[in-house]
């Protein structure tokens, strides 16, 4: 059974009518008759009795194929627009890592609102990670795309490219990859701090100065963070960068975390 003749019976059932029916689909009456001639005999029912030369009535089984053939159009008409949509990047599900340093410099959240507007039936799962767990997922497909501290090198498999740059002042969590040479940047030579605790997050290790329990390092975005008893000082004279870099697989294939990866390279560019 082809789609063409579902059209073709539901156009005469609606409009009664060949001449009618067959000018709403821009068809030949000849082409139309065929067509619900074609249907009738696949069927084995017959579904609509000539009054006149054009104009015809449902039969019993006309009456109750009409309401299937219908439903059955509405439901391949929007498999066919959903299927457009998917193949533009206008629908699926992203998931996207990151690092509060990338979401307090704004990165993450203005890509989603700006790629939101764009494709609104897109959804984004969020998953707050360290660099290497990010990547991590990125190779196990439990990531789409993630935010993290530009890697000296990414993993087999993966690539990336930087988004956001901001005047180091050191990153406080040694898990995230090139902390100790980050912290030489602002350390006198040949000395190393002492390290009096340690905290799984950023927002652990603001919460332990806080606490009175020692002072840290962190990225200059994460000021806007007011944490009662964490005061931020600013340190001059660190010639390096803090840069925070997507990075996803070279070979993706989804068409919505492609469409948003190439938003994320035009805002690098702006």
């Not at 299927?83 to 990151?98: C, N, P, S």
């Not at 930087?162 to 040694?174: G, P, Y």
């Not at 290790?205 to 990225?219: I, K, N, Q, W, Y």
């Amino acid at each position: 059974m082809e789609i063409r003749h579902l059209r073709y019976f539901v156009a005469v059932a609606e409009e009664l009518h060949f001449a009618r029916a067959a000018e709403r689909l821009n068809i030949a009456p000849p082409t139309l008759s065929h067509g619900i001639a074609s249907l009738e005999t696949e069927l084995g029912a017959r579904l609509l009795l000539r009054k006149t030369k054009s104009s015809v009535a449902l039969t019993d089984a006309g009456k109750r194929f009409f309401d299937e053939a219908r439903e059955a159009l509405r439901h391949f008409e929007h498999a066919e627009i959903a299927g457009r949509r998917a193949a533009r990047g206008e629908i699926g599900t992203i998931a996207v890592g990151y690092m509060h340093a990338a979401s307090c410099a704004g990165a993450v959240p203005e890509s989603i609102s700006m790629f939101h507007k764009k494709s609104p039936d897109v959804t984004f799962h969020l998953y707050h990670h360290d660099t290497f767990t990010q990547m991590k997922a990125l190779i196990d497909g439990g990531l789409d795309v993630g935010f993290i501290r530009k890697p000296q090198r990414y993993p087999t498999g993966l690539t990336g490219f930087v988004v956001c740059r901001r005047q180091f002042i050191a990153l406080t969590i040694e898990m995230e990859a090139g902390i100790w040479g980050n912290l030489a940047a602002v350390l006198a030579p040949n000395s190393s701090p002492e390290v009096v605790n340690r905290a799984a997050d950023t927002f652990s290790v603001l919460t332990m100065v806080g606490a009175g329990l020692g002072m840290s390092v962190v990225p200059e975005q994460l000021r806007r963070l007011d944490i009662p008893g964490v005061v931020y000082r600013r340190i001059v004279g660190a010639a390096r960068q803090a840069e925070i870099s997507v990075v996803h697989r070279k070979n993706e294939s989804g068409l919505a975390v492609k469409a948003y990866i190439e938003l994320l390279r035009k805002m690098r560019n702006r």
